[in-house]
């Protein structure tokens, strides 16, 4: 009779062992879940930072290419002006 009550008592502390096991498997799981789920959250809170920051950069860009456009043609019609001017000059100084 010993025999069973110590067999049976070594099943208890096998299974008392093991869930104790299971139990800090678990805790680990469920912090590495949350600490990945606190990630990801983190992750794209910056996406949406970075896209904002992205959309902010690509108006600034627009704009920047408008306004060296005009400046662009500003310069191509000063251009023409000083070609006008130089042509004006020379048939100037071939009449006299």
């Known amino acids: 009779m010993n025999t069973r009550a110590a067999n049976a008592l070594q099943c208890v502390e096998d299974l008392a062992l093991k869930s104790f096991?299971?139990?800090?498997?678990?805790?680990?799981?469920?912090?590495?879940?949350?600490?990945?789920?606190?990630?990801?959250?983190?992750?794209?809170?910056?996406?949406?930072?970075l896209q904002r920051e992205k959309n902010e950069h690509e108006a600034s860009l627009a704009s920047v290419r408008i306004r060296a456009e005009t400046y662009i043609k500003q310069l191509e019609e000063a251009r023409g002006w000083a070609q006008a001017a130089e042509e004006a000059a020379k048939v100037s100084e071939d009449r006299l």
Do not use: F
């Open 21 to 49: 096991v299971a139990a800090c498997c678990a805790r680990r799981q469920m912090k590495v879940e949350v600490g990945a789920s606190s990630r990801v959250a983190e992750l794209e809170e910056r996406v949406s930072a």
